[in-house]
């Protein structure tokens, strides 16, 4: 039993979960027969579940978002110190812990000034969305609407996000979808659509051939993943993101960058396009903001976007928009202090060295597994694509890929999968360790999939 839990018994809390949880993503029938996973406790990269089991997480969290880890008392006791003073008011006022959380943020964002603070990574996209369709309304008699986004992107959960969804596999079956979404290529070099030298320019070029089909004069918004995440792991191939901004610049087309995944520190900056010198016109944040300990994600602009909604004379021109819980102050009280914690604990540099680590140690894998056909990352935001033959770069089965997760699993360590069904890109393995990760917790991590590669592989 864990060191930690206060409670032993954990079998009412299962029981009660089998009958009353729908968890997500996840298929009904083998509930049926097996226990539901109940999460109990965390401490630092570890987990305990309600049967007990220890287990090192590779993923913060399954899902790209405990950034500084596990058990951390000083962000429960901000976030007790600031709701028992003022836990909420509507986001028309400001609060203490939101202002300071801002200017914070922005500190670190040269070149951003104007936070609007919402709860999860969809609503930031779809308030960003819905600005630059206001912009449009305002500024360019409503010809501006169109917002381009990219195969393999993904921007959240509701229907105008998956609008912009460039994975079908999770599309299917929700459609009909909001018009005004142009998807243009993706610039996975390792499945590469074009065979040239400068690969990194011609995929950005790909972005300008749309922009000309569709009509630049149509067109408010590109909207892109920095780093893709859960469509590949796809970090842009060398000269990529200055000819994005350089194209985006000629049509008049605001960048919205998705560091929903890249941001606040997960890559080594506090944000994934720090790597490339490049200024987004719009940012949007959630998970790592504050590593899950509230629910807090942002919309982020520049000054030039907000003074696009300062007109006196018309009472229209504000930005008509509201969320509630974006006025409750647990969450910039959390990563006010999440942002502390990453300065403080030199967790930049940390995840900078340890994923250099991370990387040699799959590209050691690699050497010994031939099954593994790439490794590509960026800080401590990893894959390693898996594939039937190198030669043909035929993916493998996407059971395979399970089989090498419940592997891992099984020896104590939480790995994940980019998003199932698609061949090509559901075969990649997806590693996202919090930033706090120590040497020897990387090592772990990939002796496990050492010993599960061999399993499963032979
Ligand atoms: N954008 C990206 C890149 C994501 O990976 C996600 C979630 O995984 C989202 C947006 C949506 O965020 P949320 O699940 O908080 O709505």
Redesign the pocket.
Known sequence: MNQFASVNDFSGVISADRAHVWHHLTQHKPLETTDPRVMVEGRGMRLWDASGREHLDAVSGG??TVNVGYGRDSIGEAIRDQVTRLNFFAGSAGSVPGALFAQKLIERMPGMSRVYSVN????A?EKAFKLVRQIAHKHHGGKKHKILFRER?????TIA?MSAGGQPERNAQYGPYTPGFVQVPHCLEYRAQWDVENYGERAADAIEDVILREGPDTIGALCL?TVT??GGVITPPKGYWERVQEICRRYDILLHL?E??CGVGRTGEWFGYQHYGIQPDLV?M??GVASGYAAI?CLVTTEKVFDMFKDDSDPMSLFRDISTYGGCTAGPAAALENMRIIEDEGLLENTKAMGARLMQNLGALQERHAVIGDVRGLGLFCGAELVADRESRAPVDEKMVQAVIADCMAQGVIIGATARAIPGFNNTLCLAPALIATADDIDSITEAMDGALSRVFG
């Open positions: 899902v790209w999860s990574g969809s609503e996209n992107d993904y921007h959240g959960s996000t993943e995440a859960g998705d929903v995944v949007t959630a998970k994600a």
